[in-house]
């Protein structure tokens, strides 16, 4: 049957998920989500129909690129949430013909390029990826930490309570250390107002010192202590808090830049595991 290759204008999220599902149903870390979870993931990570293409084979998806629209905080690049290939339609060259679809609409939109993250030790994503012009520009770390493992009182000084998207400061290196990747930018956690529980830790002034995002499935999205009030229990706090706000057992801290050492260190304080590592990966136009 000929393959019919099209934006996802007209295509169902249920779709999409099935066809994610599949695609990832014999992988390393095997990916199954529920169309809940699945429209959740679209919006968190900026999902553009008119940016994101299938190849069908009938009614069948084949093989999907799953992007966003340029993202002027990320040098204008579209970011990719996902790519996939189903069992029975691999090796067919599917994903480079959508790659080319994809950077076609992306660049007719003044896109500067794309970026997306890709397991390390998939070594055959990773040649193709070079292959189309993707490069390496950084190493992000996956950890899991059990919040069994997690126990502090609060400091004195600061109190822990929940705050609004409105609350948080414009983004600096007062606070941050590096830059998150978009999954867990500001427009993320921003994006799903009422899944997204927002902690704070303040002063008795009322301050902002630092904070953190978590989704209810247990990722944490960001988490920010202003740097002259580290290691003093701040971050320790929110973390607990975080944990729960959402009532999870493990805490998930995905895409961790593996150069911020300050925060590798007080995960792996936390009783935190890396449990996977990723590239990120750019490709200019």
Request: aromatic share 8%.
């Given at each position: ?24 149903s ?28 299938v ?11 799953l ?26 060259g ?46 992000l ?51 799903q ?6 902690i ?20 944490v ?57 990723q ?7």
């Open positions: 049957m000929p393959i019919e290759v099209t934006n996802c204008s007209d295509i169902a999220a249920e779709d999409l998920c099935a066809a994610l599902n599949l695609a990832f014999d992988y390393l870390v095997p990916l199954q989500m529920d169309v809940s979870a699945f429209k959740d993931f679209q919006v968190q990570r900026g999902f553009s129909a008119e940016h994101s293409f190849a069908r084979s009938g009614n069948e998806i084949a093989a999907f690129w992007a966003s629209t340029p993202l002027k905080d990320y040098g204008n690049r579209c970011y990719t949430l996902s790519t996939g290939t189903v069992p029975a339609h691999r090796r067919k599917l994903i480079k013909t959508l790659f080319h679809m994809v950077s076609n609409a992306c660049q007719a939109d003044g896109a500067s390029g794309l970026q997306h993250e890709v397991i390390t030790t998939n070594n055959g994503a990773v040649a193709v990826y070079k292959a189309m012009g993707f490069r390496r520009a950084r190493d770390l996956v950890y899991k930490v059990p919040s069994e493992s997690l126990s502090v009182s609060v400091p004195d000084g600061f109190e822990i309570r929940a705050l609004t998207i409105g609350e948080l400061p414009v983004l600096s290196d007062f606070f941050e250390d590096v830059q998150a990747t978009p999954q867990n930018s500001r427009a993320a956690v921003g994006s107002p009422v899944t997204t529980k927002l704070g830790a303040f002063q008795r002034d009322g301050t902002l010192i630092g904070w953190g995002a978590i989704y209810q499935s247990g990722a999205v960001q988490i920010a202590v202003r740097r002259d009030v580290r290691r003093q229990g701040v971050g320790t706090a929110i973390v607990i808090a975080l944990a729960k706000a959402v009532d999870t057992e493990v805490l998930s801290f995905v895409n961790v830049d593996a150069e911020a050492t300050t925060l590798t260190a007080f995960l792996t304080a936390l009783g935190g595991e890396e449990v996977l590592r590239y990120e990966m750019r490709l200019q136009f």
